[in-house]
């Protein structure tokens, strides 16, 4: 659907990378590696985002290092969008509010880490979270979305340690107390 709006690929994975999670950072080399892509274009697609504000860059020894500018006035708008695109949006409404128990929804994995992937990983938050619900709900969301889903539920305490070993985790709900 996006790549019908946005025809640069590289482009693409450059918004995933950086406004799915808007504390991730990364440099040229690293991207380069991660997207199996030439430096060449990779760097003229960071300028023209960094050009345009949407990006922002700090020099650390010899690597320029690249970050969302979550002040950007459409920061917002292309997070929400890439969620949609990604289909955790739809995750999160379907899913979230109907599960019980449930206190907190963190996206992990590689979405977390800002890449696309046709697996979505969670992690859900809660106590006594009716997994056969979720279970029902998931089978009827991953043909919609395109993607499977993998999910992953700890309590509030459990979830503390997880969050130690697993640091690059996104919040995408929390239940209003």
């Known amino acids: 659907m996006l790549q019908t709006l946005i025809t640069s690929k590289t482009r693409l994975l450059l ?7 808007s504390s991730t950072t ?3 080399r690293d991207l380069e590696a991660e997207f199996g892509e030439s430096t060449n274009g990779i760097r003229l697609e960071l300028k023209h985002l960094e050009g345009a504000g949407m990006l ?3 020099v650390n020894g010899n690597k320029k290092i690249y970050r969302a500018n979550t ?3 459409l920061f917002g708008d292309i997070h929400r969008l890439l969620l949609k695109h990604t289909g955790i949006d739809q995750i999160v409404d379907r899913v979230a509010e109907k599960l019980g128990g449930l206190s907190q929804v ?3 994995g ?3 880490r800002g890449l696309d992937n ?7 938050v809660g106590e006594e979270i009716d997994t056969d619900y979720l279970l029902n709900l998931i089978s009827k969301v991953e043909p919609v979305i395109n993607r499977k889903i993998r999910f992953l539920i700890l309590s509030e305490t459990e979830k503390e340690n997880y969050m130690t070993k697993n640091p690059q985790a996104l919040l995408i709900w929390e239940k209003l107390q």
């Open 15 to 21: 918004l995933l990378k950086f406004f799915l999670n």
């Open 26 to 28: 990364s440099w040229l």
């Open 56 to 58: 922002t860059s700090e």
């Open 71 to 73: 002040k950007h006035p």
């Open 106 to 108: 963190w996206l992990t």
């Open 110 to 112: 590689s979405f977390a």
């Open 118 to 124: 046709p697996v979505i990983d969670i992690l859900l």
